[in-house]
């Protein structure tokens, strides 16, 4: 029986494959689940187990997010174990602390703030893709909004484990969201993650 921090390790490696794959996976079917099974495989976990700890997963995030609900959706019913997607178009910190309801996430129907979405619906483990709607200062500035957003799903669900997913590389960069931010602020978050029980970080960019 795995410990738990090493089983939560194990699952950021598989976690990291699928992340790094999505958008490959939308042009070729089959390939996301064929790599994570065989990450899965390689850390010798059966593809029932690796399904069971993803249905007691959630993922929170922006338009990235809602592409990856609709990939999950086009391959049935219970795919990876039917994991919650808490996604919304146009989702900011600003819209989650301002209670912003057009543009908050959802449980069960009902907009409502991402720590309490996750309290209520009870999920053992969020992953969290954000910053880029909320980029829109420095990125200490942002990494402030993302800590204390982090921060409030951690005091509702103390016990959640969270998972961190790099904020991706911008297209078109200007002003103030460009890489040179999205990079520093990669880091600081890898930083915060690595002094934090039970939280990790999902380093996408690397190679």
Known sequence: MWQDEEKNKIY????LVYLRTFILCILCGSL??????S???KNKITEKE?????SQSGFIGSSIGVGQKMYFNSK???FLGGPLMMVRGCYSFSNDSSSNRPYMIQYKGVPMK???????SGIKRVVICMGTNGMYSSADATFHS???YIQGIRKESPHVVIFIEAMPPIRGERSILNNKNVNILNKKLSTYCEGQKDMYFIDINSV
């Open 50 to 54: 690796r399904n069971a700890y993803l």
């Open 114 to 120: 991402a720590r309490y979405a996750v309290k209520k």
């Open 76 to 78: 049935g019913k219970g």
């Open 146 to 148: 993302y800590k204390a």
């Open 39 to 41: 990450a899965a495989k």
């Open 32 to 37: 996301f689940c064929g790599l994570t099974a």
């Open 12 to 15: 950021r490696k598989i976690l």
